[in-house]
């Protein structure tokens, strides 16, 4: 499974950015795909994740209510919008794909994306 994340840019905090994740592969819908992000300095973290059939999804706490993943599995997209951003937003984020169900830890994930960078002003 091949992971392209698109959609990042610059925007000033409480504005809202679209993020994408194609994913190529026959059996990329069938995989459990997630959002992460690294800002500078700090290690990976989870953001989001979506699972590949039941559709369901688990938020970190930090953007819960901001943040709304969503899959077009027709599509093999995944996508992440983003409202109400704050400076601490400001990160790479990553796509990544996993063979089951959902996790939270990095190393847990089988295929990421190159990332695609999100800086939020105040």
């Known amino acids: 499974v091949q992971l392209q994340a698109s959609g990042g840019g610059s925007v000033q905090a409480g504005g809202s950015l679209r993020l994408s994740c194609a994913a190529s592969g026959r059996t990329a819908s069938r995989y459990t795909m997630g959002w992460f992000r690294q800002a500078p300095g700090k290690e990976r973290e989870f953001v989001v994740a979506i699972h590949w059939s039941a559709g369901s999804t688990y938020y970190a706490d930090s953007v819960k209510g901001r943040f709304t993943i969503s899959r077009d599995n027709a599509k093999n997209t995944v996508y992440l919008q983003m409202n109400s951003l704050k400076p601490e937003d400001t990160a790479v984020y990553y796509c990544?794909?996993?063979?089951?169900?959902?996790?939270?830890?990095?190393?847990?994930?089988?295929?990421w994306g190159q990332g695609t960078l999100v800086t939020v002003s105040s």
């Open positions: 990544a794909a996993h063979r089951s169900g959902i996790v939270v830890v990095p190393t847990e994930y089988d295929y």
